[in-house]
């Protein structure tokens, strides 16, 4: 039996899903990586090193990219990352029926999906299931409504199917980074600074989410004031809505609003 570590991470073509690739490299993982554009899989192939025979080209939002992942897993998985997401940023009203499909299919259905697709290769491996959420999973943000409610599923969907694969040998970490500096950014980038949104890179949120799979978390969140905001989420979360309120209606987080590209 081959000694061989897999790991499929979706989304793998840029961010954090590129930064996660590369670390899994450099920790002796075999990486597979997925993702719906050819040439930036390539990219990340090279800068992590690894055979271009490990990437596929798939949409996990459609039975047929799942399917091509199945198969280039051929069986065996050890460690399925559900990265991939897009997110619309702004008032509600102001989202389209497509922003709102589209967010509910890459970030919360796809990962669903895929992994009930991946649980036999996953059991045979006793693996790992990781789910990319948020912060905002826990702390629900205004003009961010939307995503939080898809991450919020996404934290769910952890928590339920950790509980229903108890005794299984499959376990399941939760990852929930604060916003980071990729191309996601130019989405949100007016709001940066009157909602006082500390960003990290790609690279720290890879390395602390590799920390906590190797130490078995069941989720991990980002060292810092939204840490202890997510406490205080859970146990006064009046306390939270006064705060968040505040900041969405201040004059300068409604004028960054117009700014943002709707």
């Not at 075999?30 to 390539?42: E, K, N």
């Not at 055979?51 to 399925?80: C, F, H, M, W, Y």
Request: hydrophobic residues 45%; glycine residues 8%.
């Amino acid at each position: 039996m081959s000694n061989e570590k897999t790991v499929l991470i979706t989304g793998a073509g840029s961010g954090i899903g590129r930064a996660l690739a590369v670390e899994a490299a450099r920790l002796g993982y075999t990486p597979i990586l997925a993702g719906r554009t050819i040439v930036t899989l390539q990219e990340t192939a090279d800068l992590a090193g690894v055979s271009q025979a490990a990437v596929v080209q798939a949409d996990v939002t459609t039975p047929e990219g799942r399917k091509a992942l199945t198969d280039a897993v051929d069986g065996r998985l050890n460690i399925l990352i559900n990265n991939a997401g897009c997110l619309s940023v702004g008032q509600l009203e102001k989202l389209g029926d497509d922003d709102l499909l589209r967010m509910a299919a890459t970030n919360l259905a796809a990962p669903i999906a895929l992994t009930r697709d991946l649980l036999p290769s996953l059991r045979r491996a006793q693996g790992r299931i990781v789910n990319v959420g948020s912060v905002f999973g826990d702390i629900a943000y205004p003009y961010f409504t939307a995503y939080s409610a898809m991450k919020f599923g996404l934290r769910g969907f952890s928590d339920a199917i950790r509980r229903e694969l108890s005794g299984s040998g499959v376990s399941v970490t939760y990852i929930a980074p604060r916003a980071t500096r990729t191309a996601a950014e130019t989405e949100f980038g007016p709001l940066v600074e009157p909602l006082d949104m500390t960003l990290d890179s790609a690279e720290q949120v890879a390395a602390q989410a590799w920390s906590a799979i190797h130490a078995g978390k069941r989720e991990s969140f980002p060292k810092g004031k939204e840490r202890l905001f997510v406490k205080v989420q859970r146990l006064f979360p009046k306390l939270v809505d006064r705060s968040v309120s505040a900041q969405a209606t201040a004059p300068e987080t409604l004028a960054a609003l117009r700014l943002l590209r709707l």
